[in-house]
């Protein structure tokens, strides 16, 4: 069966809202406008919208308005130029059958220029055609993915109706590529890309992708000598897979063993690869390749980002943490006896390579930790993720899919790449966090993993959601399901309020004394709030420590 909804993407100007009703027609189905959706929701229109509550704000609208649309059964749906740029709406637009009307700028601002009755179209101020160029060279890599495209510069509205419904007849049994985001990476699958005002760079998620690592890397533009640092939980698994793979694509590599273990994240383990490094006379070009869990990848990014003033780095996680957190984002640096994670740089990789292979010797409980920040990343911000980890809840090997790992990686490398330095929607990937970091200093980093404590945090956070009136009770049951039923603790009974609360108080996240809680609106949306009351935090707490 082909899916029952065709969802037309492009430009402003490409013709969605005057193809989209003729497709309806050949077919006997709906025509429904997306934007129109937004504004009869919002009653306020599109300008306005964007006016007063900015465009990530819009995006969102947006996303609920192509879930209601793409999900109707024999619909054509016509959405907003951007709706394919942000990982919310292509989750959306995964489940239609989507159409690229493909305009040239110059036609598009032809169009609409003859068509003084359109709305305002916020992105298109000054010099629309400008405009439209430089949109279209943004947005092309997400309107490539859609599952057809129609040159539409020459075609009337009548013959690009029939092309498309010619297209949707012949797509019987396709999958959809938007949610799987093949973006061409040499012969690689692409999850995601991380772009900073610095940086770009690719994050593979292929399984078996480790022993084409080499590959990778000189797709990645390195050229230099691979200098490869594992810890000794990993190396004996893996380095010299990677060892060989990057022999196979010519590089002459050289490998070093730090010990495993948190507690050997420090300035004196740095010191150690810098003396390797330098007695082994790197230059410039040459590049380290961190194959490892977050340990790894935090020290050895930084080694990387501060030898000779910053050499690249690869990063090769082997935790599932690591995967879907600590290898996204450009955060390195090691821990010091003042604290956790109070030395390093901010540095970004030339690639991420992750093979979800390496996960089936990783203990059952590092794996169940990792879950806790996928699952947060859910929470937060995909609730289609939500609905996939449901689907996975309790099946052991679901962390080997992909397309889970995908999907959560995707949705930090778009936080990060909007916001590098964390100032603002980057704050959301804190959920569960604040009160996570308390239970674990004062716990003394023993007694809970780091995706253990966040867990309890983000029940203790779900809890200060509901009482601020955020989320609704069966969110949080759900969101609690969720939690457990990746075999993740939602209390840590016995420990001391007064302590947790004070350690939370502590936390490097507060800003002059009033903490910024992220907190769940609904599940898959999270907001930030500093006016949570004392005794609400203390209810909470209280709760998830009984
Ligand atoms: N930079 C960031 O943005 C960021 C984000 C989150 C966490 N972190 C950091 O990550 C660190 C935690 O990372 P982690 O949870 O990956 O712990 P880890 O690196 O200590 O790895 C856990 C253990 O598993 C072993 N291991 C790793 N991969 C394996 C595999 N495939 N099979 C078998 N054993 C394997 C390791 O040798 C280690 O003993 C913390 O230091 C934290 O501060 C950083
Ligand atoms: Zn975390």
């Given amino acids: 069966m082909p899916p029952e909804s065709i969802v037309l993407v492009g430009l402003s100007g490409s013709g969605k809202s005057t193809v989209g009703p003729l497709v309806a027609r050949l077919l006997g189905w709906d025509f429904i406008d997306t934007d129109q959706l937004i504004e009869a929701a919002a009653e306020r229109t599109i300008p306005e919208l964007f006016a007063e509550e900015g465009e990530a704000r819009f995006r969102e609208r947006e996303q609920a308005a192509l879930r209601e649309a793409v999900g109707r059964r024999r619909a054509v749906v016509s959405t907003g130029g951007g709706a394919p740029t942000t990982p919310g709406g292509r989750a959306e637009l995964a489940h239609g059958f989507t159409v690229w009307l493909v305009v040239s700028p110059a036609r598009a601002a032809a169009r609409l220029a003859e068509n003084p009755g ?203 943490l690591g995967m879907v957190d600590a290898s996204v984002g450009g955060k390195t640096g090691v821990d010091h006896p003042m604290g956790k994670n109070l030395i390093g740089a901010f540095a970004q990789p030339r690639a991420v390579v992750i093979d979800p292979e390496v996960l089936k010797t990783l203990p059952e409980r590092q794996r169940r930790a990792g879950w806790a920040e996928v699952v947060k990343h859910g929470l937060i911000l995909d609730p289609v993720l939500v609905d996939d980890l449901e689907r996975g809840a309790g099946d052991p090997l679901a962390m080997l899919s992909p397309a889970l790992i995908g999907r959560s990686v995707a949705i930090k490398a778009e936080v990060v790449s909007e916001d590098e330095r964390e100032a603002g929607r980057r704050t959301l990937l804190n959920y569960g966090h604040t009160i996570g970091h308390a239970i674990e200093a004062v716990t003394g980093y023993s007694t809970y993993l780091h995706g253990e404590a966040v867990a309890v945090g983000m029940h203790a956070a779900g809890l200060i959601s509901v009482a601020m009136g955020l989320l609704s009770s069966d969110g949080l049951a759900r969101q609690q399901r969720l939690i457990t039923g990746y075999g993740l603790p939602d209390r840590a009974p016995g420990l001391d309020v007064d302590a947790v609360l004070a350690a939370t108080a502590s936390d490097k996240k507060v800003r002059a004394g009033r903490i910024k809680w992220v907190l769940l609106e609904e599940i898959g949306r999270a907001t930030t709030r500093n006016d949570v009351p004392e005794e609400i935090v203390r209810e909470a707490v209280a709760t998830v420590l009984r």
């Avoid at 060989?244 to 050289?254: Q, V, Y």
């Avoid at 050997?264 to 040459?286: C, F, H, I, M, P």
Wanted: glycine share 10%; proline share 5%.
């Fill in 118 to 320: 359109t709305p305002g179209r916020p992105l298109l101020a000054g010099d629309p055609q400008a405009r439209l160029e430089s949109l279209l060279d943004a947005r092309r890599r997400w309107y490539e993915l859609a599952d057809a495209a129609v040159d539409v510069d020459y075609l009337s509205p009548e013959q690009a109706a029939e092309e498309i419904v010619r297209l949707w007849a012949e797509s019987r049994g396709h999958t959809p590529r938007y949610g799987h985001e093949n973006i061409e990476y040499g012969s690689w699958h692409v999850a995601a890309t991380v772009q900073t005002p610095g940086a770009a760079y690719p994050i593979v998620v292929q399984p078996g992708v480790l022993d084409q690592l080499g590959g990778v890397c000189r797709e990645a533009g390195l050229s230099g000598r691979a200098f490869v640092v594992s810890d000794t939980g990993v190396a004996p698994l893996f380095a010299h897979r990677a060892m060989a793979a990057l022999a196979s694509a010519d590089f002459e590599a050289a490998r070093f063993t730090i010990p495993a273990g948190e507690e050997q994240k420090n300035l004196g383990t740095v010191a150690t690869v810098y003396d390797w490094l330098l007695g082994q006379r790197v230059e410039r070009s040459d590049f380290v390749v961190c194959v490892g869990g977050g340990v790894v990848t935090d020290l050895a990014g930084f080694v990387a980002a501060t030898t000779l003033r910053g050499i690249d780095f690869v990063h090769v996680p082997t935790t599932l």
